[in-house]
């Protein structure tokens, strides 16, 4: 059910307080999934709390007139620990859904079907860039971010689903990214594949003369498919320009790191900081850590991140590492009150996502 409830949560025409009703669901209905997670990350926990005393501490002494965006915090982390294995399949069977209405979305020629969202009518565009599906979601970068999700989801709970619904899910997952067409998800999400293709099978594809020959194989037709396609993907990834661009994000950068030089200690005291960017307008930093450390400077960043890297095992270290790679040129986590973090929040202390059986 909370699987249900996040994914309605994440649709762009549902409010986000909505986020309060999932806590109270769990705390109605799962209270001893949340304690049992709490107790074994009391010290995460604790840590989360004290830091957002901080925060609180650094607003009222900068004068911010209003609360410090971590004020949520806590709560996103006990969302996150009232999240079961069951909730990863029900999301990820909603993802898949919505991924079809991507692709419906980008056949049709719109951004969306939802009336809240900004609908672009760009059936005339030649290029993927002006051409991005949002699902249902709210933008086609929250809705890339949940379908990247999605296929971590599909990787936790692969001894739970057939060979081929995990194909079927996974090519649509794929194609939903694709229509997306958010360059970071697009590239991280082929690399996430290849990497847990190689993992998943390396005895076999590094210890058989056959799993040699079929990496081989697999390089060659790569090669020759690259160099066939080259031109059209460079053209499609630099938005027709010559040279692949970042979306005014240098731009944007230089002007956080002007701030965050100016105010390194304690940030714009823990307050959501934004930048002027075009006419009129303002732009966050397109970049989770660059956020970070711009809205709270070194020293409440410092512990944050030490906090999380301290959770960081095996087991979650691959999904988290993408989380990060993704946050280096988005701003996926870190907002403490979105789906992203909710998710990563679980990828990172919740015990029984990782558990076949759940009592």
Same mark, same amino acid.
């Given at each position: 059910?909370?699987?249900?409830?996040?994914?309605?949560?994440?649709?762009?025409?549902?409010?986000?307080?909505?986020?309060?009703?999932?806590?109270?669901? &769990?705390?109605?209905? #799962?209270?001893?999934?949340?304690?049992?997670?709490?107790?074994?990350? /009391?010290?995460?926990?604790?840590?989360?709390?004290?830091?957002?005393?901080?925060?609180?501490?650094?607003?009222?002494?900068?004068?911010?007139?209003?609360?410090?965006?971590?004020?949520?915090?806590?709560?996103?982390?006990?969302?996150?620990?009232?999240?079961? #294995?069951?909730?990863?399949?029900?999301?990820?069977?909603?993802?898949?859904? &919505?991924?079809?209405? =991507?692709?419906?979305?980008?056949?049709? =020629?719109?951004?969306?079907?939802?009336?809240?969202?900004?609908?672009?009518?760009?059936?005339?565009?030649?290029?993927?860039?002006?051409?991005?599906?949002?699902?249902?979601?709210?933008?086609?970068?929250?809705?890339?971010?949940?379908?990247?999700?999605?296929?971590?989801?599909?990787?936790?709970?692969?001894?739970?689903?057939?060979?081929?619904?995990?194909?079927?899910?996974?090519?649509?997952?794929?194609?939903?990214?694709?229509?997306?067409?958010? /360059?970071?998800?697009?590239?991280?999400?082929?690399?996430?594949?290849?990497?847990?293709?190689?993992?998943?099978?390396?005895?076999?594809?590094?210890?058989?003369?056959?799993?040699?020959?079929?990496?081989?194989?697999?390089?060659?037709?790569?090669?020759?498919?690259?160099?066939?396609?080259?031109?059209?993907?460079?053209?499609?990834?630099?938005?027709?320009?010559?040279?692949?661009?970042?979306?005014?994000?240098?731009?944007?950068? &230089? /002007?956080?790191?002007?701030?965050?030089?100016?105010?390194?200690?304690?940030?714009?005291?823990?307050?959501?900081?934004?930048?002027?960017?075009?006419?009129?307008?303002?732009?966050?930093?397109?970049?989770?850590?660059?956020?970070?450390?711009?809205?709270? =400077?070194?020293?409440?960043?410092?512990?944050?991140?030490?906090?999380?890297?301290?959770?960081?095992?095996?087991?979650?270290?691959?999904?988290?590492?993408?989380?990060?790679?993704?946050?280096?040129?988005?701003?996926?986590?870190?907002?403490?009150?979105?789906?992203?973090?909710?998710?990563?929040?679980?990828?990172?202390?919740?015990?029984?996502?990782?558990?076949?059986?759940? #009592?």
């Amino acid at each position: 059910m909370v699987g249900i409830l996040l994914f309605i949560a994440s649709i762009s025409i549902v409010p986000i307080y909505f986020f309060g009703i999932v806590f109270l669901y &769990e705390l109605a209905c #799962r209270r001893t999934v949340i304690y049992n997670n709490l107790i074994a990350n /009391r010290t995460f926990f604790f840590s989360i709390i004290g830091i957002v005393v901080l925060c609180l501490f650094n607003s009222l002494i900068h004068g911010a007139e209003k609360l410090p965006n971590f004020i949520l915090l806590p709560i996103t982390v006990l969302i996150s620990f009232g999240i079961r #294995r069951e909730d990863l399949r029900y999301f990820l069977i909603l993802m898949v859904f &919505e991924a079809v209405v =991507g692709c419906v979305e980008q056949i049709v =020629g719109v951004s969306s079907f939802l009336p809240s969202s900004d609908v672009i009518d760009f059936s005339e565009e030649e290029l993927l860039y002006f051409r991005k599906a949002a699902g249902l979601s709210n933008g086609p970068a929250t809705f890339s971010v949940k379908l990247l999700i999605a296929l971590f989801s599909l990787s936790i709970l692969s001894d739970d689903i057939t060979k081929k619904n995990k194909l079927r899910y996974g090519t649509i997952l794929v194609l939903g990214i694709i229509s997306s067409f958010t /360059r970071t998800v697009v590239l991280l999400g082929v690399i996430y594949l290849i990497l847990k293709l190689v993992i998943n099978n390396k005895n076999f594809l590094f210890s058989t003369i056959k799993g040699k020959l079929l990496v081989v194989s697999i390089c060659v037709l790569i090669g020759v498919f690259y160099i066939g396609i080259y031109d059209t993907l460079l053209f499609q990834l630099a938005r027709g320009e010559d040279t692949v661009d970042i979306s005014g994000r240098d731009v944007v950068w &230089e /002007r956080f790191f002007v701030f965050i030089e100016n105010n390194f200690w304690f940030g714009n005291g823990s307050y959501h900081y934004n930048v002027p960017y075009e006419v009129g307008g303002t732009a966050h930093a397109h970049n989770s850590f660059i956020q970070l450390l711009a809205d709270n =400077g070194i020293i409440i960043t410092t512990l944050f991140m030490a906090n999380i890297i301290l959770k960081i095992k095996k087991r979650n270290i691959i999904y988290i590492v993408f989380f990060f790679l993704t946050g280096i040129a988005q701003y996926v986590i870190f907002w403490a009150y979105s789906i992203a973090d909710v998710f990563f929040y679980a990828l990172l202390c919740n015990n029984l996502i990782w558990k076949k059986q759940l #009592r």
